[in-house]
């Protein structure tokens, strides 16, 4: 059997998802290729749904957000998406059919409809399934010609019902990540792997895609509690933000390790008591998964407003107010940890 799974390079956590649903699948026997499925259109086309997706997130939020609900208005995306696919979509039917593949996997919205249009138009055969990469969910999401919907969770699941969805198509699959976050190694000895204090907590911090400047706040806002801790930050390939850390940690009031782009993100969630971050799905879905608690901060109006009212909600992350910093690491999940049984309580 063999399964094609179209992502895209907006934000970076479908082709995350998409990595590790093709590990899953593969597992089960499956022969698994991945697709960008901007890369046929060209530059142009690329440039709306990845570059301009990142600019807006990043520095006009609220405008993202205006948009981002202006087209979660009906079943099947918004009109303009399909008018927009429909040029585009027999162009990304040869990079799916080369595979000969017997399931498509859409882990991005714009690829569900171009999808569903090959398929209202009898140019595809193969079954689909849209895998959600988010705790909530959006119109584009939806077209009348997927298989299966892969959901992240009951109540994103009960929303694609409300919106017309046959529950008999719905499976509660949660959102794929890599293996290695289900895991649980030696903590002491990974912490001396790393470098790692044993005896304080280690609060580990990630940007992500969007959370440039924010993330610098956040820390400096919790740098100020008298509590005892240790911190990492993974500043991913932003390099100028690595180096800001590196001048921040010769006067932080607590130690600070600054780390550019990592293969172990993994090991760092295993090895620390904390996660900050922002509450991307993909990234909180990891953490979840490693079992390290969570806060989130900043979230984009959008998905990332959806994730944290969900994680908030069910108690699966603190969400971090900016004109309300918490007072201790107690209210974030974290205590002071004079022993090891301690350490494994926690977790």
């Not at 699959?173 to 000895?189: M, T, W």
């Not at 610098?216 to 008298?226: E, G, I, Q, T, W």
């Not at 782009?261 to 490693?290: I, W």
Request: with cysteine; net charge positive; aromatic share 8%.
């Amino acid at each position: 059997m063999k399964a094609v799974i179209l992502y895209a390079l907006a934000g970076g956590g479908h082709l995350s998802a998409a990595r590790a649903l093709k590990t899953e699948l593969e597992q089960q026997g499956w022969e698994v290729a991945l697709e960008d499925s901007t890369k046929p259109f060209g530059r142009l086309i690329d440039f709306f749904c990845c570059d301009l997706y990142r600019f807006s997130a990043k520095y006009v939020p609220r405008a993202f957000g205006v948009c981002y609900r202006l087209t979660d208005r009906k079943k099947g995306g918004s009109g303009a998406m399909r008018a927009l696919g429909a040029p585009l979509a027999k162009r990304l039917l040869p990079v799916i059919e080369r595979h000969h593949p017997d399931l498509v996997v859409c882990a991005y919205p714009f690829s569900c409809q171009l999808v569903g249009l090959l398929k209202a138009r009898g140019l595809l055969k193969a079954r689909v399934a849209h895998l959600l990469t988010d705790y909530g969910t959006h119109a584009a999401w939806v077209t009348e010609e997927a298989d299966e919907y892969w959901a992240s969770c009951g109540e994103a699941a009960e929303d694609l019902i409300r919106r017309g969805v046959p529950k008999e198509k719905i499976t509660v699959r949660g959102i794929p990540v890599n293996p290695k976050f289900h895991e649980r190694p030696d903590r002491a000895a990974l912490r001396r792997e790393l470098s790692l204090p044993d005896a304080l907590p280690v609060l580990l911090f990630m940007a992500g895609s969007f959370g440039v400047r924010s993330v610098f706040r956040v820390f400096r806002s919790l740098d100020a509690l008298p509590d005892a801790f240790e911190a990492v930050v993974i500043t991913g390939k932003n390099e100028k933000l690595f180096r800001r850390f590196q001048k921040l940690a010769a006067n932080s009031r607590h130690r600070l390790h600054p780390i550019l782009f990592t293969d172990r993100v993994a090991d760092y969630m295993h090895a620390c008591d904390l996660l900050v971050t922002k509450p991307g799905g993909l990234t909180t879905s990891e953490a979840l998964a490693a079992g390290i608690p969570l806060a989130v901060f900043d979230p984009i109006p959008g998905q990332e407003e959806d994730n944290a009212r969900y994680l908030s909600r069910h108690g699966l992350a603190v969400l971090l107010h900016p004109r309300k910093p918490a007072g201790s690491l107690r209210e974030l999940g974290v205590r002071s940890l004079d022993s090891e049984e301690q350490k494994t309580e926690i977790r």
